[in-house]
């Protein structure tokens, strides 16, 4: 089959792999017909080569038709359309069991000490085979997988895998109030998507912060207040407070994480640390502060007294220097951690209609062949084109 591998910083290539094949009685292979980019697979382009290899298999968006299934799966059939989670998780377990499927017991990489299993997504998380192939082997087929109806195209479901249950979280995280103020930071895929949870579960005042005029413009259209970092700069606190009565946002989401702009030092230490040989760079990410913190220090500095800030941002940096004072004297809730997927399922699939108040049938603003992976990573990474989500087809 065809997928697209890792082999370096900035070094994606699709190339022929084997197929994947039945492994367990429980699998199911998946022939992929859509797969989308993550801001998190742009880590995996720029910065966490100490933990993949090369030819391993990126993406954990996939969606796509049950082409076979183990002697012990029950509830799929060949031909039947599914999305596939990118948390790896057995929905039996004491976590799965709390809403916690990115803690799975049964698939948490216990040698790294991390969570559940990850599609696409290193040794940290298990280093699994990814989504943007061709084909996908999937465990727990009768478990994992999400089936969707026939019909609608992929557009509308594929989100699924992902970034609707990502947004959806944060949301819930963040606990904003009946008719409440909420700010996002970031108006890549999840931030933008935050804003339209946001506003469809009541939000009174939806604030969006970016540097990119197609992000702000995209999230404008929709009815969200927009800043721009790079016109208030340091007033931005100001200027969200003259919105909500001198208080700050009720709410915060940081959907930002380690991508943040500024922080050249930081920006400089997370390079270098990706040119390092795997034997000292591990060590180093895993023990070192490397992670540009901006977009959290701001959020501390956006949400009101008493208000709640919600991390959906991706950080790497185990000893990263956080205001705890600050945080401490306001009284601040933080809640973070990655999308229990399976979690919100039940929430965001009655939503999915032809009447598609998320937006969800027009979300995607590139679609492009597989073969064309590595244009479309180059181009995400540089936010070219206007690009804030990309759909790959096999």
């Known amino acids: 089959m065809r997928a697209l591998t890792w082999h370096g910083r900035r070094d994606v290539r699709v190339e022929t792999v084997p197929d994947p094949r039945i492994e367990k009685p429980d699998d199911v292979i998946v022939r992929i ?9 742009l880590h995996l382009y ?25 002697p012990q799966v ?57 989504g943007q192939a061709e084909l996908l082997r999937v465990p727990f087929g009768d478990k994992l997988p999400i089936k969707v ?6 557009d509308r479901y594929v989100y699924l895998s992902d970034v609707l249950p990502t947004a959806w979280q944060a ?12 700010a996002v930071l970031g108006l890549g895929p999840i931030g933008d998507m935050c804003t339209r949870v946001a506003r469809h579960r009541g939000a009174g005042l939806v604030i969006g912060v970016d540097l990119v005029d197609e992000r702000l413009e995209r999230a404008a259209a929709r009815g969200v207040t927009c800043f721009d970092v790079r016109r208030h700069g ?8 003259e919105l909500t009565d001198g208080r700050g946002a009720d709410a915060v989401i940081d959907a930002v994480g380690m991508e943040a702009h500024g922080a050249p030092l930081a920006k400089a230490a997370q390079w270098v640390t990706g040119l390092l040989p795997d034997a000292v760079a591990q060590p ?76 969800v049938d027009a979300f995607k603003t590139h679609s492009m062949p597989l073969e064309d992976g590595p244009k479309a990573y180059a181009m995400f990474q540089a936010k070219e084109d206007g690009m804030v989500k990309t759909l790959l087809h096999p």
């Open 284 to 359: 180093l990410m895993e023990h070192a502060g490397v992670d540009r913190l901006g977009a959290l220090h701001a959020a501390v500095d956006l949400v009101r007294r008493g208000g709640t800030v919600s991390v959906s941002g991706v950080y790497g940096g185990a000893a990263s220097p956080m205001p705890l004072l600050t945080m401490f004297d306001k009284q601040i809730q933080v809640r973070m951690g990655q999308a229990n997927v399976w979690r919100w399922v039940e929430e965001i699939l009655p939503l999915l209609t032809d009447e598609d108040p998320l937006g």
């Open 234 to 241: 340091k007033d931005l606190t100001e200027a969200v407070q």
């Open 149 to 154: 109806p026939e019909g609608p195209p992929d």
């Open 74 to 130: 029950r509830t799929l059939k060949p031909g039947d359309r599914v999305v596939i989670p990118f948390n790896v998780c057995c929905r039996d377990c004491f976590m799965c069991d709390q809403g916690l499927h990115s803690q799975c017991e049964t698939t948490q990489v216990r040698e790294r000490g991390t969570g559940a299993a990850l599609f696409g997504y290193t040794k940290l998380y298990g280093q699994v085979p990814g």
């Open 33 to 41: 017909t859509s797969t989308g980019i993550c801001g998190s697979d």
């Open 171 to 182: 949301v819930e995280y963040a606990a904003v109030p009946e008719g409440g103020s909420v």
């Open 46 to 70: 720029e910065l966490f080569g100490p933990y993949i290899d090369p030819g391993d298999v990126l993406g954990h968006e996939p969606m796509g038709v049950v082409e076979e299934v183990g």
